[in-house]
């Protein structure tokens, strides 16, 4: 229930099992005018200008351009010369990272082109522009090898009406010593996919159910066995039982094996069958319910005794087609509310009936009856499970949360009782009902979600967010949008790791531009972990362009970070220092535990630094991590920064990788002209936050504001007193699903007792609607003093809203210092390390 719920249908699938009519293959550089035709569309579609495209009317496939430094993203590097695409022709669904024939250790460093007229160098090809065609087309790579090594070459041979890329490698022994030669290639296929197993077959297929997606590997000649973890799949080709061959002088070898995509593994073993000349007979499953309607992704597993033979998806229109061998199979078929059904096949078609599910019908709206974005939550209660609509990595259907970017859906679910949950962020009411699904019938669902928190000139925002692009996840970018949406995120650059890219396709296609404010950016991200990681925007993008012309990371974080910050020419722009290692960073660059200058020389260009999580605020200088190692307290460490003059405003994101509630749980409130998403100036936003007009939270909305003898200023601002004594105006608003219970003001860093104001001890100080807090606070100060306000509930978690892993967290608010000048002489920072050192990198 992603993106593309099944898409193909059985009578497309018989398109690929049977003779048709065929049109030439076809093979194009990628370029401006070539790129709407030929590029293929997916999650995980990685081409590129100089790209070279190999099709024809059944798959589509991208060899990367053979050059150092041709990267599909962060984590798939090197692919110069390999497949980084790989798909259907008229229904493209790319979910591959990468293909590496030969492993990624491969240089691949030139190319030719034959199209049935002799080889051409790339750059002729990529000069005529238009696309060669011919019954069959050959794109050969050349690598670049020691001289230890044999000459190696990869040829991918795509014909006319094949579903599949034949490809050949071969090898050359040009030395006058034997040279031994491992047999073997590589595959990226990350999180989603299941994968063979590592005893020995003819097929090596790798399934993703959830995004619809397989890819099979079959070779002449040789068994195949294969090294999986949940990215890498190391596949050998063995004669005798062994992938290693020895080499003689002047001997070659060849290997060929045959790639292809395919909607399931049903249907890659219908082509395996085809390639190995298996007899089999074409079978085809249509599913549909009591009422006779289809039921689409429907599961479907075949065995042929207690052996998995192969599993797919239903289409649109509840069927699946495939062909099997002789003998006799089974078919296991269930469906989320229908329940499942295991039934004996029969030759041709087999007709299965389940019973109708049961269905939600939700119309969630906001309190003027307008349609709203939402996040909907199913909990099973009474001996009902929760459902499980989809994998973390999703769309609109994530693990028992559903996704809407209006309040509109239709939801099958098991039948049963179920709490359900409907939220839109910290600023509005959720409401918490229950609902009872019986079979065959349909539940509505409504709701009005009130707005009871108002935060007019201010933002709620997150600007630290992931997905499939950055290579360290396979998560939908458009899953990523929807959850910004459900959980009013009403600013959010796109930030993906060391690629520039946009969330305003998906705003667009989802009709909910008025929702969000977004803009280019980027986290350029490299090692030391984790303190070589800065986010910033709004940076240009250039399309269909390596990394889309971000820039290049670097080892050295003062040399990435000073790239960074100048980069499109100096212009402006907001450089965040992510999720540091405070001690690393500024006072032991080395990491030898011994205090030095740290990385100084990048200082000037940091314009933000994350400090989350908020509540550590209330913990000790060291805190002890879920390993038991000792860890550096970001946020004490960054009030010993303020305190020694460092004014670099803090703030908070969800470095959000999954969608499963992977947004909305940490948000920086910021300051602004327009309330209004539609509207806000993204330099509007970096100005603010250079400023430190910023609030972090995890849901209360928290505004402070001081005066003494100027005008009232807010959080980052800087205020005058001439007598010491200034007036602090605290006001703490939360939606009713959590709550505060202390408010405490921090002097220079320092926890003052006499400003700790708590429900138990100060109860006229608290409200018990909407507003929680709303007090002017007497200030006496000796010294000049920034002055930082937190809020927090420490008598109620957050709750189940933000979903398992943030149920129990801390409530909590915090602003940015307010700068108070005391003597007249401009603000000064008093020096103090609050009676710890300053620190130096963690656990030394």
Request: one cysteine or more.
């Amino acid at each position: 229930m992603f993106l593309k719920p099944p898409i193909l249908s059985a009578a497309i699938v018989f398109f690929y099992l049977t003779p048709c009519v065929m049109q030439a293959a076809e093979v194009v550089v990628l370029s401006p005018g070539t790129w709407d035709e030929f590029a293929p569309q997916g999650k995980e579609a990685d081409c590129i200008y100089g790209d070279v495209v190999l099709r024809n009317d059944r798959i589509t496939a991208v060899i990367a351009r053979p050059v150092a430094g041709r990267h599909a993203n962060m984590t798939v590097r090197n692919v110069g010369g390999a497949i980084i695409d790989l798909t259907s022709t008229s229904e493209p669904n790319d979910q591959l990272s990468a293909y590496y024939p030969g492993g990624p250790g491969m240089n691949w460093r030139s190319m030719t082109i034959d199209a049935g007229s002799g080889e051409k160098t790339l750059a002729e090809v990529e000069a005529g522009r238009a696309p060669l065609r011919a019954a069959e087309v050959r794109v050969t790579c050349r690598a670049e090898v020691a001289d230890s090594q044999p000459a190696a070459e990869v040829t991918y041979i795509l014909v006319d009406g094949n579903d599949w890329l034949r490809v050949e490698s071969t090898f050359s022994n040009d030395g006058q010593k034997d040279r031994e030669l491992v047999l073997k290639d590589e595959m990226r296929a990350d999180t989603t996919f299941d994968k063979s197993g590592r005893d020995p077959g003819r097929l090596f297929s790798v399934y993703d159910k959830w995004f619809c997606q397989a890819y099979g590997i079959i070779a002449e000649g040789h068994d195949l066995r294969c090294q999986s973890d949940a990215r890498n799949s190391i596949v050998h080709y063995l004669t005798d039982g062994s992938e290693k061959a020895t080499l003689a002088p002047g001997k070659k070898r060849q290997l060929v094996r045959r790639i292809s995509p395919a909607p399931h593994l049903l249907a890659l073993q219908t082509r395996a069958g085809k390639l190995l000349d298996a007899q089999q007979q074409p079978r085809k499953i249509v599913v549909r319910d009591t009422n006779d309607a289809p039921l689409t992704a429907a599961d479907v597993v075949v065995r042929n005794g207690e052996t998995i033979y192969g599993s797919g998806r239903t289409g649109q229109d509840g069927a699946i087609a495939f062909t099997l061998p002789d003998g006799e199979f089974e078919a296991e078929i269930s469906s989320l509310g229908s329940g499942s059904k295991t039934v004996k096949l029969a030759a041709g078609e087999n007709l299965v009936s389940l019973p109708a599910a049961g269905s939600v019908v939700a119309g969630i709206r906001d309190a003027d009856d307008r349609p709203i974005a939402c996040k909907v939550q199913f909990r099973g209660k009474d001996g009902t499970k929760d459902p499980d609509f989809g994998h973390q990595t999703g769309e609109w259907a994530v693990r028992n949360a559903r996704y809407s970017e209006q309040g509109q859906f239709r939801q099958p679910l098991p039948p049963g009782k179920y709490q359900v949950i409907v939220s839109h962020g910290p600023e509005y009411d959720a409401l918490f009902t229950e609902i009872e699904i019986v079979r065959g019938r349909e539940t509505p669902l409504t709701a009005r979600l009130a707005r009871s928190v108002q935060t007019p000139g201010w933002i709620s925002g997150d600007f630290h967010n992931h997905a499939s692009p950055s290579g360290d996840n396979t998560s939908s970018q458009l899953g990523r949008v929807l959850n910004l949406l459900a959980e009013h995120i009403e600013f959010a650059p796109c930030t993906e790791h060391n690629r520039l890219s946009s969330y305003e396709p998906h705003l667009v296609r989802l009709k909910a531009t008025e929702q969000m404010g977004t803009c280019v950016g980027i986290e350029l991200t490299d090692t030391p972990l984790p303190i070589n990681h800065h986010n910033a925007f709004p940076l240009v993008a250039k399309p269909h362009t390596q990394d889309n012309g971000g820039p290049l990371t670097d080892h050295d974080m003062e040399v990435k970070v000073e790239r960074l910050a100048m980069w499109d020419g100096g212009s402006e722009k907001l450089v965040q220092q992510n999720h540091p290692d405070i001690g690393a960073v500024f006072f032991d660059k080395d990491g030898d535990g011994q205090p030095d200058s740290g990385f100084r020389k990048a200082f000037g260009f940091f314009d933000v630094i994350e400090v989350h999580p908020p509540g550590w605020i209330f913990q000790p200088p060291v805190i002890t991590s879920k390993n038991g190692k000792p860890r550096n307290n970001t946020v004490f460490n960054w009030l010993q920064l303020l305190n020694q003059g460092r004014r670099i405003p803090g703030v908070v994101n969800t470095d959000a990788h999954y969608n499963f509630h992977g947004s909305g749980f940490l948000r920086i409130y910021v300051q602004s002209p327009t309330d209004e998403p539609a509207k806000i100036q993204t330099l509007d936003v970096v100005h603010a936050c250079e400023q430190g007009h910023l609030i972090m939270t995890n849901g209360p909305f928290l505004e402070v504001n001081l005066w003494g003898t100027g005008e009232k200023v807010t959080a980052g601002s800087d205020a005058k007193t001439s007598d010491g004594k200034a007036t602090l105006a605290v006001r703490v608003q939360c939606a009713n699903w959590f709550d505060i219970d202390r408010v405490q003001v921090f002097l220079n860093g320092s926890p003052r007792p006499e400003l700790n104001f708590t429900r138990r001890t100060t109860p006229e100080r608290f409200g018990d609607g909407t507003v929680k807090f709303d007090q002017q606070i007497a200030l006496e100060l000796s010294e000049d003093t920034h002055v930082i306000v937190a809020a927090a509930g420490e008598g109620k978690p957050l709750g189940d809203v933000m979903g398992p892993d943030h149920a129990r967290d801390l409530p909590i608010a915090l602003s940015n210092p307010i700068f108070v000048d005391v003597d007249g002489g401009g603000f000064k920072a008093n020096g103090d390390t609050l009676g710890a050192p300053l620190p130096v990198t963690s656990g030394k």
